[in-house]
């Protein structure tokens, strides 16, 4: 979606923004990947959400990168319906900036 990674304070403060858009949200982990020598973790997500211009919802794929003894994530990589989120996330932009 051509966004710059960002911090946990960075992350923190942008969901501080959109969270309130959103009620009720759920994530649902659907299958997880562990592999012990390369050190990561795939998850399989599912999302859902009431907005005030219908339910929302969404799949992910995360990929964990862990340090050796796997105490640490070193990289966080999210994969998602970027065409989705972008159409449903301007939507929902125009509705609640039109109030």
Do not use: W
């Not at 796997?70 to 159409?87: H, I, L, M, N, P």
Request: proline residues 1%; aromatic residues 12%.
């Amino acid at each position: 979606m051509g966004r710059a990674a960002k911090s946990n304070d960075e992350y923190r403060a942008y969901l501080s923004t959109i969270m309130p858009l959103y009620s009720n949200f759920t994530v649902a982990v659907l299958q997880e990947i562990h592999d012990a020598e390369t050190h990561t973790c795939i998850i399989h997500a599912s999302s859902k959400a009431e907005t005030e211009i219908g339910q929302y919802g969404n799949e992910y794929a995360l990929i964990l990168t862990f340090t050796e003894d796997g105490k640490q994530v070193t990289r966080f990589e999210e994969f998602v319906d970027s065409a989705y989120s972008e159409r449903f996330v301007a939507a929902l932009a125009k509705a609640t900036s039109s109030q």
